[in-house]
């Protein structure tokens, strides 16, 4: 079964750059059925999908993100990552990684746990 | 990008009760739609995909519906553990969107 857990530091300074990291279990980063993505909430608000990357190194996101978010990955630890740049306090939210499956219809069908980035100086 | 509405904001039922949520998108989109349901303090959990797909290992009270640019989630006898808030999210373009959420609780 596959397994998500991001891991990463809990609070960022202002204009810094937050980092996180997504270990993945039951599954090699590698498959070809998903994309490997990142989903954040702020407190009390809605879910907002920021990007993903595939297998073979490609990569999207949100253009509301403009050029801030990097999205890598790393097979030998079978890990993959979020860089988010010059950051500030409307980026305090749970950061969850998910698995983006998709073929036919896509769907996120794996979920992290989600771990909460305060930005505050 | 695609707005995605959903109605209403919150709800409150009974145990047994029929529950319907609508998912309105701004432009159609072929039945790319997943719901999702999240309990306090959790993650989302995906229970419907392509509009009408029943995720592996989701109770059968739950069900998916419409098409073009109205969808619908059902749940069709209220249980305790389903206090929730329920997700609308399109698949059809990038980038991806939501709908604001449908906060279930029990009457």
């Known amino acids: 079964q596959l397994q998500l857990q991001e891991s990463g530091p809990g609070l960022v300074k202002p204009s810094e750059t937050l980092s996180l990291t997504c270990t993945v279990s039951g599954d090699s980063i590698s498959s070809r059925s998903y994309y490997w993505g990142w989903i954040r909430q702020p407190p009390g608000k809605g879910l907002e999908w920021m990007g993903g990357?595939?297998?073979?190194?490609?990569?999207y996101s949100n253009p509301s993100l403009k050029s801030r978010v990097t999205i890598s990955m790393d097979t030998s630890t079978n890990q993959f990552s979020l860089k988010l740049s010059s950051v500030t306090a409307a980026d305090t939210a749970v950061y969850y990684c998910?698995?983006?499956?998709?073929?036919?219809?896509?769907?996120?069908?794996?979920w992290g746990q989600g771990t909460l980035v305060s930005v505050s100086s | 990008d695609i707005q995605m509405t959903q109605s209403p904001s919150s709800l409150s039922a009974s145990v047994g009760d029929r529950v319907t949520i609508t998912c309105r998108a701004s432009?159609?989109?072929?039945?790319?739609l997943s719901w999702y349901q999240q309990r306090p303090g959790k993650a989302p959990k995906l229970l419907i995909y392509?509009?009408?797909n029943l995720q592996s290992g989701v109770p059968s009270r739950f069900s998916g519906s419409g098409s073009g640019r109205d969808f619908t989630l059902t749940i069709s006898s209220l249980q305790p553990e389903d206090c929730a808030t329920y997700y609308c999210q399109q698949s059809f373009s990038n980038p991806r969107t939501f709908g604001q959420g449908t906060r279930v609780e029990m009457k």
């Open positions: 392509g509009a009408s």
């Open positions: 432009q159609i989109l072929n039945n790319y």
């Open positions: 990357l595939y297998y073979t190194g490609s990569t």
């Open positions: 998910v698995t983006d499956f998709w073929s036919g219809y896509p769907r996120f069908d794996s």
